[in-house]
């Protein structure tokens, strides 16, 4: 199987008119869940790290194991702030046809892409609107 056939198999295209949509919006992307995840992760590492360690299991673990909990709770934390910061510059484009009840979604474009759509069909549309006479 050739690669052209591999890729048409997965890309597929799907052509919209603009005389068929409906309306276009842009809902962006929050980053409070993953900041949320990241507050928590510190709450429990400083749980870990500091109230426990008075209890002589927990303080035998985490002098022994304490790099490697340090290092998995840090890679988490950071993996959830990278998380939030790209959440921020992402969004989803929710466009809606006249003759379908369904809208096409298509979720973590990037924001200024977007906004590009959205501009270029609301021209298209009112460019349409004009020659109409609606």
Do not use: W
Not at 32 to 49: C, D, E, G, R
Not at 66 to 91: C, D, E
């Amino acid at each position: 199987m050739s690669h052209e056939m591999i890729v048409r198999s997965f890309l597929r295209e799907r052509r919209i008119s603009y005389r068929e949509i409906k309306s276009v919006e842009v809902y962006s992307k929050s980053m409070i869940p993953p900041l949320v995840t990241s507050i928590l992760l510190t709450a429990a590492q400083l749980a870990i790290f500091f109230s426990l360690k008075g209890v002589d299991p927990i303080n035998i673990i985490i002098e022994h194991y304490g790099r490697s909990i340090l290092i998995i709770f840090n890679i988490f934390l950071i993996t959830s702030l990278a998380l939030a910061f790209a959440r921020v510059k992402m969004a989803t484009l929710k466009i809606t046809l006249l003759r379908s009840d369904e809208s096409l979604k298509l979720h973590y474009l990037p924001r200024s892409t977007c906004n590009r759509i959205v501009e270029n069909v609301q021209a298209s549309l009112q460019s349409y609107e004009c020659k109409d006479g609606v």
